[in-house]
């Protein structure tokens, strides 16, 4: 049998780097003008949806519309389309109905024919109100797994470890998932939005499947009996689930893939965050959650952190 378990800490450094790198990548968004922006709902301002008949370069609609007082807008193009032409997405401070119309108009002279697809508008109370409830529900939804788990392993020595430890490895899912797509965010202009979140939320849904399934199996095999070495029954109670957890997330897996070329653009910061999460709780749920256990079993958490050469070893 391959022994994981004695691999731990190959594993906790690898997710340490993840982490680091996440948190990196998401400070940088927020601090810098590289990365990922939040979207309209999280951030106060108006947003024009716009399409062009004529072929229109996305240096040339900037240029125009900081000459109509927006310098400081942002802009990006959401949706090319054949035939040249392309949904653009214009960013700017908080707009008065006055003001949406004579922007519309501004473009209109110097574009030409234009299908504008609505603005939308957030004011700073609406922003805040929707910030905090966004942070209220990731934590009640995250509360409510640690109960459960608790309350599903109370007949387990220690059942507060379990619960504990699938929680660290939901924490590392987010904050991975959320630093990848700020990076590649950076690159393809998306947003931090309501479809960002909800894919938040699934992914520390699936994740949390996959741990616990490894955590019962962990329950099964102690009940049996079949060591009494902790990390003899954690080594083969990941072994025994493996082939379960890789083979649902490969499944799940092609079908965002078949979501994402099929829907296209629409959705695809929705699907790709899902497919970042999918991928880091998958191993976290293998690698990280069950060998946290072996840790707090072995009282090795000084060693965790400290990661001396020979923890690696």
């Given amino acids: 049998m391959y022994d994981l378990v004695s691999k731990r800490f190959w594993f ?71 035939g040249g032409q392309s949904d ?7 707009l008065t109905q006055d003001q949406q119309t004579a922007l519309l108009n501004g473009l209109t002279d110097k574009f030409g024919a234009n299908t504008p697809l609505g603005f939308n508008s957030t004011d700073p109370t609406t922003s805040k109100s929707t910030i905090n409830i966004t942070i209220i529900a990731i934590i009640v939804a995250a509360f409510a797994m640690w109960i459960y788990i608790i309350w599903a392993f109370r007949h387990m020595p220690h ?6 430890c699938a929680i660290i490895a939901l924490l590392h899912d987010v ?25 938040i939320l699934t992914i520390l849904g699936y994740s ?22 902790f ?20 499944a799940t897996g092609l079908g965002l893939l078949v979501l994402l070329l099929i829907v296209g653009p629409t959705i695809e910061n929705f699907v790709v965050v899902l497919l970042i999460g999918l991928i880091a709780g998958t191993f976290d749920s ?13 009282h090795e958490w000084g060693r965790l952190i400290g990661m001396k050469a020979k923890a690696s070893a």
Wanted: glycine fraction near 8%.
């Fill in 12 to 82: 906790f450094a690898i997710s340490m780097v993840l982490v680091v790198v996440g948190i990196v990548f998401l400070v940088t968004s927020f601090t810098t003008s590289f990365g990922v922006k939040l979207g309209i709902e999280f951030n106060p301002g108006t947003e024009l949806r716009i399409n062009f008949t004529q072929n229109v370069s996305l240096n040339d609609l900037r240029s125009e519309v900081a000459t109509l007082g927006y310098p400081e807008s942002t802009i990006t193009i959401e949706t090319p389309v054949a």
């Fill in 88 to 94: 653009f997405v214009i960013r700017t401070g908080v």
């Fill in 159 to 164: 059942p507060l470890r379990y619960g504990v």
């Fill in 175 to 199: 904050i991975v998932a959320a630093g990848i797509f700020a990076l590649i965010g950076a690159f393809l202009g998306w947003q931090i939005d309501l479809l960002f979140v909800a894919g």
């Fill in 208 to 229: 949390i499947n996959n741990t616990i399934v490894v955590f019962d199996r962990i329950r099964e095999n102690i009940k049996l009996g079949i060591s009494t070495n």
């Fill in 231 to 250: 990390e003899v029954v954690v080594n083969d109670s990941i072994i025994a689930s493996m082939g379960r957890c890789l083979n649902t997330s490969f």
């Fill in 286 to 298: 293998i690698c990280i959650a069950p060998n946290l256990l072996v840790l707090w079993q072995n």
